[in-house]
Nanobody
Framework: QVHMVESGGGSVQPGDSLGLSCAAS????????VGWFGQAPGKKCEFAAS????????YYADSVKRRFTISRDNAKNMVYLQMNSLNPEDTAVYYC???????????????????WGQGTQVTVSS
């Protein structure tokens, strides 16, 4: 199993930025695609962004395109989500997740990801 731990969440005002980090427990995560998902209270888990095993390909939900950037540093066992121009609709618990079936990072479906972290809270309000 690959264990993931998210960090970097917090409470910010609209227009501010946050950088989220996801640390993997094992080197084997480097062979897999990784995604970021957000879940607001009472809402479904929504795809935000994903990245292929070595970072060559990235994918974004329309709602975060041009504002969020996903990246990874496999030498450090880390995946990142830079969140810019945040708005209240971005408020959610954000999870990183590993997709062992796909290396290219193209899946937007939560059920297709196999290992999930515990999440980090992002709150955007005035």
């Amino acid at each position: 199993q690959v264990h993931m731990v998210e960090s970097g969440g917090g409470s910010v005002q609209p227009g501010d930025s946050l950088g989220l980090s996801c640390a993997a427990s094992q080197r084997t995560y480097r062979s897999y695609a990784v995604g970021w998902f957000g879940q607001a209270p009472g809402k479904k888990c929504e795809f935000a962004a994903s990245i292929s095993d070595h970072g060559e390909n990235t994918y974004y939900a329309d709602s975060v395109k041009r504002r969020f950037t996903i990246s990874r540093d496999n030498a450090k066992n880390m995946v990142y989500l830079q969140m810019n121009s945040l708005n209240p609709e971005d408020t959610a618990v954000y999870y990183c997740a590993v997709d062992i079936a796909r290396k290219y990072g193209g899946s937007t479906i939560p059920g297709e990801y196999d290992y999930w972290g515990q999440g980090t809270q992002v709150t955007v309000s005035s």
